[in-house]
């Protein structure tokens, strides 16, 4: 019997990302013993979200779905450890920045996103990435690629509706 898109997705989006997410549960919480456990509950979680609702972010909604139900077992546990003083500048320190689940979403949407604007024309690629990421104005560029001004307001404006039609497709708002 041939997979399912459902189980292709799977395979290919979730269970890749096996062993660096047990990898990670267990860096990141090693009081933790069952992280096999974790790691299964977190899969079938994700299965069975994908099921009611496209997951399009698979592997950051995959490590934040492991990260709170490995936080929900240290609270059911209430594991409390005292370290000397001597010692408190070897603990781990966590940082106020992204979690790896928050960067790899944010990647992911990166990856998307420079996806979308390959798949433009050239000439509309060119504009909207003068516009966009360099900050030209339209004057500018016009002058540059000698185009009229009209142009590359159309340009651009075709670029931003094909870009997020393109998002719009792989599931971003």
Known sequence: MPPTNHTRWFAEEVQVHELVLRSWLHSRFPALTDIDDLVQEAMT??????TVRPVTAAKAFLFTTAHNLAIDEMRRRQIVTFENVAEMGELPVYEDGPSAAEAAAKNQELEL???AIQSLPDRCRQV?????????????????LGL?????????????????????RHGLP
């Open 148 to 168: 009229s001004e009209h142009t590359v307001e159309a340009q651009v404006g075709n670029g931003m509706r094909r870009c997020a039609e393109f998002l719009a």
């Open 45 to 50: 979680r994700v299965w069975q979200a994908h």
């Open 128 to 144: 909207l990435t003068l516009r966009k990421i360099y900050g030209l104005s339209q004057r500018e560029i016009a002058a540059q």
């Open 113 to 115: 996103l420079t996806k």
